[in-house]
């Protein structure tokens, strides 16, 4: 007996039913009640941000696999840090890691402009493909090594770092604009924190802890002092 494909859509309405379940089953029990935020789940299509193979996949539960070993996050993650991160029409966002491009195409929809940076190039091409054909014309992409520092726009009113890092570098503060916000997961496997720094003035700064996670790491993340025997 043949297999059945694994696309759960034959039909268009299929596809807003899985969105639908998504928003209302994974992502308002997780606490995101912002209506502009919810709103915004049904105007970017996730499903056109994951890759072909794995696109039955789009409005489940979990990481998604996109290429060169890294994960899109959970949408209730991407939903969450949206409404934390509160963001606003003037915001200029630096974002580290693009990978499948929606996170970003989400925050450049309530920001003024989003940076964002990809080490890994197949990714970058990747999540530039995905924007493009959305339309995203308040995005700059490259391509580097943002995981420590990404001085060129600084300050910014937002940043994102969508890998975990084992210490926050303090470099990050200081790129930070009066009234800007940081998000990040710091910590070491298994107990991961994240966490939103905002700085209320030049070196003024307040961390409120949200939840603990467990996030792959980026690639390059400042790493704490080790002991050695």
Same mark, same amino acid.
């Given at each position: ?5 694994? $696309?759960?859509?034959?039909?268009? &309405?299929?596809?807003?039913? @899985? ?9 308002? *029990? ?7 935020? +919810?709103?915004?789940?049904? =105007?970017? *299509? ?12 789009? !409005? $489940? ?10 994960? &899109?996050? @959970?949408? %209730? ?11 606003? %029409? ?21 920001? @003024? ?14 999540? %530039? ?24 726009? @600084?300050?910014?009113?937002?940043? =994102? ?6 210490? +926050? *570098? ?12 940081? !998000? ?7 107990? &991961? ?11 003024? !700064?307040?961390?409120?802890?949200? #939840?603990? $996670? ?12 080790? #002991?050695? #025997?």
């Amino acid at each position: 007996m043949g297999r059945i494909a694994d $696309t759960p859509w034959r039909h268009p &309405m299929n596809i807003e039913q @899985a969105r639908f379940n998504m928003v209302e089953q994974q992502i308002r *029990p997780w606490d995101v009640l912002d209506q502009d935020v +919810l709103d915004l789940l049904y =105007v970017v *299509p996730r499903e056109e941000f994951v890759p072909p193979a794995h696109r039955a996949l789009a !409005f $489940t539960d979990m990481e998604i696999p996109i290429g060169d070993g890294e994960r &899109m996050w @959970a949408p %209730k993650m991407e939903a969450r840090v949206l409404q934390e991160l509160a963001l606003r %029409k003037v915001d200029r966002v630096l974002e580290v890691g693009t990978g499948s491009g929606y996170l970003t195409a989400l925050l450049a929809h309530r920001a @003024a402009h989003v940076n964002s940076v990809e080490i890994r190039p197949a990714l970058a091409a990747f999540g %530039k493909a995905n924007l493009e054909r959305h339309g995203a014309d308040n995005v700059t992409l490259e391509v580097g090594d943002a995981a420590r520092d990404w001085p060129q726009y @600084a300050p910014y009113d937002v940043v =994102v770092l969508t890998g975990s890092t084992p210490v +926050l *570098p303090q470099t990050w503060l200081a790129r930070l604009a009066p009234g800007g916000r940081l !998000f990040a997961v710091v910590g070491d496997a298994p107990v &991961m924190t994240a966490r939103i720094v905002h700085c209320s003035a030049p070196g003024a !700064f307040r961390t409120v802890e949200l #939840f603990e $996670t467990m996030l792959a790491p980026l690639a390059n993340a400042e790493q704490p002092p080790r #002991f050695r #025997f």
